[in-house]
């Protein structure tokens, strides 16, 4: 089977998250042949890859959301019930891929389409409507900006597939419902976080967007979700909890499936651990950008030194993703005199640092279900993570799970929180270690590779077979 990989600003350009799950993933599946379709904020390359292709990637499609296409002639004539659905959708009323193919065959280019009569019409009215009273120059440059990604992604050349399966919604999503609606194959999706509520987070604080049309953006990705939603043939959540904010955002419940992501927990749970009594060393797997917040994780540091508890804080993670992010970070380090405690040590084989660590951290503000959490489980340590996403069920367990805890939740942005729960485990080493024994069993029991991946086996056979298994 050829499976079409939709991923946004993620693999094979990006370390670590959903980049990582996709690597695992084509690995594990020898048996099937990959297509991805990556989409970036500008054109990216080979030497862009942070990952050495699988043999099974047959093909690399970058879509850049800065590409546009050149003029041409129009092919037909829209008529007003095709004028009227075009509308409502791009006003947020309705879900309906049947019209996709107008937008790449009806309204030519986007240049073409944002000169045109019905682009203007359609902003006029949605201004009145709105009761918008700042420009309407902005305004319409609003629009443009939000629908010329649109408009090139659905007119945009893409491969042949027997299955598609897309890794977040959004402009992820919305080429996946495309090749659905072209090609008439199965189309998974799978969301580790829930993208339209991540991009709400970072839009309430753009500063590049002024304040009344922040709402009309956030609108806009759900907009997106939605008709990924009504897209897919399932749509795979990785814990519970996410899947009762997709039901909430539109996705139909009996489409939703959970299935938890899946690591090397046996060979992780061999690693082993090297004792040291007289520093704390605390370690973070963990992307350097904001979603993370590193920046609280730093504060949290210096809170530790402030409660005159030894310690080595040492943050593993590429630094080119966001470098200015990066930059700000190491300055806030040496702005609280950490440098000789915390250090930003980039990319590095997490296995020869995991067996020094006496507690882990995760800061995030967002996150799915993270395989940073998951990995230093099954390597027995403690962890201390924020109440986001899957981290709770994580460290607790589900309702079913007979193992105790593997560490503390605390809430985001809260560094004497964190840091006094990281002071624990230096005065309680005894309960660090039935802690990090807790997480190493619930690792095994449930998180392993082998079972993430017969259940993705299994998925795609059903709808192989659903669309027609003898095609493929």
Request: glycine share 6%.
């Amino acid at each position: 089977m050829k499976i079409g990989l939709v991923l946004e600003g993620s693999y094979p350009y990006v370390s670590g998250g959903v980049a990582s799950w996709a690597h695992m993933l084509i690995q594990q599946m020898t048996e099937h042949e990959f297509e991805l379709i990556t989409i970036t904020p500008t054109r990216m390359t080979e030497t862009d890859f942070r990952y050495t292709l699988p043999a099974n990637v047959v093909g690399v499609t970058n879509l850049a959301l800065d590409q546009t296409h050149e003029t041409r002639p129009l092919k037909q004539t829209l008529t007003p019930e095709q004028e009227e659905d075009i509308k409502r959708w791009m006003r947020f009323q309705a879900t309906n891929t049947s019209i996709f193919p107008l937008f790449g065959q009806a309204i030519g280019t986007s240049t073409q389409f944002f000169s045109s009569r019905l682009f203007f019409d359609l902003v006029k009215t949605s201004y009145r409507e709105e009761r918008q009273a700042g420009s309407f120059i902005d305004y319409l440059w609003m629009w443009r900006s939000m629908y010329a990604p649109v408009l090139e992604l659905l007119q945009a050349d893409l491969p042949t597939v027997d299955l598609i399966h897309s890794a977040s919604t959004g402009y992820a999503g919305l080429v996946a419902a495309a090749i659905k609606q072209r090609q008439h194959v199965p189309f998974v999706l799978t969301e580790h976080g829930i993208y339209s509520r991540e991009r709400e987070e970072e839009l309430v604080q753009a500063m590049w967007i002024p304040q009344e049309y922040r709402m009309h953006w956030v609108q806009f990705f759900h907009h997106l979700s939605r008709e990924a939603y009504a897209g897919a043939d399932n749509i795979i959540t990785l814990f519970d909890r996410n899947g009762e904010l997709q039901r909430e955002l539109g996705a139909p419940a009996e489409k939703i499936r959970v299935i938890p992501n899946g690591i090397d927990a046996t060979g992780l749970a061999a690693l082993g651990h090297i004792p040291k009594q007289d520093v704390l060393r605390i370690g973070a797997i963990v992307r350097i950008v904001p979603i993370k917040d590193i920046k609280t994780m730093i504060h949290a540091a210096k809170v530790l030194q402030e409660m005159q508890v030894p310690f080595e804080m040492t943050i593993m993670g590429p630094l080119e993703e966001d470098p200015e992010y990066a930059r700000e970070c190491q300055e806030q380090i040496d702005l609280f005199e950490l440098s000789e405690s915390v250090k930003l040590v980039g990319k590095v084989d997490i296995r020869s640092y995991l067996p020094s660590f006496d507690v882990c951290l995760l800061t995030s503000i967002s996150e799915g279900q993270p395989l940073a959490v998951l990995e230093g489980m099954a390597a027995g340590i403690p962890w201390v993570v924020t109440d986001v996403g899957a981290c709770s069920e994580l460290i607790n367990g589900r309702e079913d799970d007979p193992y105790g805890p593997a560490g503390f939740v605390v809430p985001p942005v809260n560094p004497r929180r964190i840091a006094e729960r990281c002071a624990w485990f230096q005065s309680h080493p005894e309960e660090a270690i039935r802690f990090g024994q807790n997480g190493k069993e619930r690792a095994l029991a449930y998180y392993q590779t082998h079972r993430f991946i017969s259940e993705y086996q299994t998925l795609y056979q059903e709808r192989g077979v659903t669309y027609g298994g003898h095609r493929i």
